[in-house]
Structure formats: structure tokens, C-alpha cells
């Protein structure tokens, strides 16, 4: 896999280096001091992956990753020293289309390295999304045996489910910034994100929206004018209880959390007819899901090919036949204020698959 390391610290190239040397198949393909430079060389010579820096002279790696996407579009990871502190430029160059972020590895002392692992991990991870791993196949999301459940409909909430990836933090900004603040129905957001950015997310998110968005936790439950977000590095899952729960299995699935494990979970056990939200992402992780949700009556919605950042998740949903309509955010965020005013005052919601039913 060839890589590239866009970086103005002599020493931070040097780790970055010596930690690729140490993988057989892991190639440095060239290395940028800035941005600017990172943008040109990608023009010429697309790596399979960038490991990118935040803070660099000329164009930071933010813009730099916002001008490659658009231009030369590659797998990014944010490679930066104290992310964490970071959390606003990070969700911002996720926004853009970086895929995830790591601290950088340090150089110790007569030149050992130190937190070299927490990379490799990533990079294992994101090689295999790429096809680039030696793995050759990626397991698929565990199913169950889907029964109905006789709790009453009226006890549950309404519901819109999300589920996003690469460029989801945008996506979400835009959606949930539309939502009123007596919104009606509770949210659950299932986005492609270490469990170390999902605090920060939660934090990011609830400047963006009057809303309160919370870590979904174990046990909790969904309710109205809350938004829970997925926030550990398993899946997160609905039990039979309609209490929230986080299972390892799949455990040899790339993408932690995974949207197809929360969608089928609510279409195996949540008994009411609500809505899905498939947004930008690599991969095909969700439309499965989305696809089971729409045959049990859902109303499915996939963001569109323009203003996907990673038209991924939502084309392999659209190529299921998964998604009721295909919109951008903004009209995403539209349609969930007018499906739960029509819910609101009794209406039966505008699902064309209903329409063609009663006909």
C-alpha cells in the first residue's frame, strides 16, 4: 500500500517512516511539508493513503484535505500531535473527507518508538475498507431471526435513525442545525468514529443544534428532543426491551460502530414504521440495513451523489432500491420536520411505497 505523509516536522516524518518500515506491503509514496505542496503532489501521483497533519504552513491540513477530496479524492487519516485537544479541526477535516485521526507516534529515546501501535491499528483498518489488506473477505454483519413484538406502538417515540461515515460530521452539522428545539422525535446517530473523538463529537454536535445530543449509553432509551450518539468502538444495538446496548459481534468488522447492526436491530425490534437516514460514507456499511428497514415499511432517505463528500454508503443503497428519496442535507432535515408534524397531528406520512400500497 503506498502512503504518503504530509507533514512540515522533521521529526514527525521520521517516526511516521520508521513505523510504515516495520509493515511489509507499506511503501512511503512521498511526503509534503505543507499543504500546498500535499495538494500538488496528489494531482500528480494519488497515493492509496495520506496521513495527514493538522497545523502546517501555507494551507493547513483542513483546507488541504477539503482541496484534495474535491480534486484528487484518497483515504486520509488525521496524523497529528494531540488530537484530542483538537477536536474542532478534526471534525472539521472529517467534514471535508478525512476518514479518521491519531495521535502522532513519538520518537523516545536513541530512537525507539513509542505509541506506534494506535497507527498501525488505523491504517490496518482503513487498508482493508480500501481492499489493500490481506484479508480477503470482510465479514458481514450478524442477522437474526426477525419477529414482531406486541408492545404497544403508542409507548414508543417517533424515530429517526442515522447512519454516516467519511464526511458525516458535515452532513450531521447540516441536518441537525435545521431541527427546531421541540422537535418530535427522538434521534440516534451511528457515525464512523473512534470512541476517543465520540465526547468530542457529542461536544461538536451540540453547538451546532438546540437539540441535546448525549453518548448513547447502556440501557438508555430513546426519547423525544434527544439525540444519542453511538459511542464506543463496538456496535451499538437496540434490544428487545427498546433499551440501547453496544455487542463486539461482528468483531472482525472494519467499520466500528456499524450502521447495518443498529438498522437491523431496529427492524427486528422496533414495531413502529419510522425513519432512516443513510449519509456519506465509504463503503456499503447501512444500505443493507436501510434496504431492510424500507420492506418493513420505513421511510428511507440516502443523501445525494452532489453533495456527498464519499458518494459510498448512500450509491450502494441506491443501488438496493434502499432508499425512498434521495436528498441533500438540507432537504434531508426538511422532510424529518415535516414527517413528524404530519405525525404530530395524525397524518398518515407521505411514503410513496404507502401510496402505492392504497392504490
Not at 203 to 208: A, E, G, K, T, V
Request: proline share 6%; charged share 20%; net charge neutral.
Amino acid at each position: 500500500m503506498r502512503i504518503a505523509i504530509v507533514n512540515d516536522m522533521a521529526m514527525a516524518v521520521e517516526a511516521l517512516k520508521r513505523v510504515l518500515l516495520t509493515v511489509p506491503g507499506y511503501e512511503v509514496a512521498w511526503v509534503a511539508r505543507d499543504g500546498a505542496d500535499a495538494i500538488a503532489h496528489c494531482a500528480k501521483d494519488t497515493p492509496d493513503l495520506i496521513l495527514m497533519d493538522l497545523f502546517m504552513p501555507v494551507i493547513d491540513g483542513v483546507e488541504a484535505t477539503r482541496q484534495i477530496m474535491k480534486q484528487s479524492p484518497c483515504v486520509i487519516l488525521i496524523v497529528s500531535a494531540s488530537v484530542e485537544k483538537n477536536a474542532g479541526k478534526v471534525f472539521e477535516a472529517m467534514g471535508y473527507g478525512a476518514r479518521d485521526a491519531v495521535n502522532t507516534p513519538v520518537l523516545g529515546i536513541q530512537g525507539s518508538l513509542e505509541s506506534a501501535q494506535p497507527l498501525l491499528t488505523k491504517i490496518a483498518i482503513l487498508s482493508k475498507l480500501i481492499g489493500k489488506s490481506s484479508q480477503t473477505s470482510t465479514p458481514k454483519p450478524q442477522t437474526s431471526n426477525f419477529t414482531s413484538f406486541s408492545t404497544p406502538s403508542t409507548l414508543l417515540p417517533p424515530l429517526v435513525a442515522i447512519g454516516s461515515s467519511t464526511g458525516g460530521p458535515k452532513a450531521l452539522a447540516a441536518i441537525l442545525s435545521r431541527l427546531p428545539a421541540d422537535f418530535g422525535a427522538a434521534i440516534a446517530i451511528v457515525q464512523h468514529v473512534d470512541m476517543q473523538f465520540s465526547a468530542g463529537l457529542v461536544d461538536w454536535l451540540n453547538q451546532q443544534t438546540p437539540l441535546t445530543v448525549k453518548l448513547a449509553t447502556i440501557g438508555d432509551r430513546l426519547e423525544k428532543g434527544t439525540v444519542l450518539v453511538a459511542g464506543t468502538n463496538d456496535h451499538l444495538s437496540l434490544r428487545s426491551d427498546f433499551t440501547l446496548h453496544y455487542t463486539k459481534e461482528p468483531i472482525d468488522y472494519p467499520y466500528r460502530p456499524s450502521v447495518d447492526v443498529f438498522f437491523k436491530s431496529l427492524a427486528q425490534y422496533w414495531n413502529r414504521k419510522e425513519t432512516a437516514v443513510l449519509l456519506t460514507g465509504m463503503g456499503q456499511d447501512g444500505a443493507e440495513g436501510l434496504s431492510l428497514l424500507r420492506s418493513r415499511g420505513w421511510h428511507t432517505i440516502a443523501q445525494d451523489e452532489k453533495s456527498s463528500v464519499i458518494y459510498g454508503m448512500p450509491k450502494a443503497a441506491v443501488q438496493l432500491n434502499a432508499a425512498v428519496e434521495v436528498l441533500p442535507p438540507e432537504a434531508i432535515a426538511d422532510r424529518l420536520v415535516q414527517r413528524v408534524m404530519f405525525k404530530s397531528l395524525g397524518i398518515l406520512n407521505v411514503n410513496p411505497d404507502e401510496a402505492k400500497r392504497k392504490k
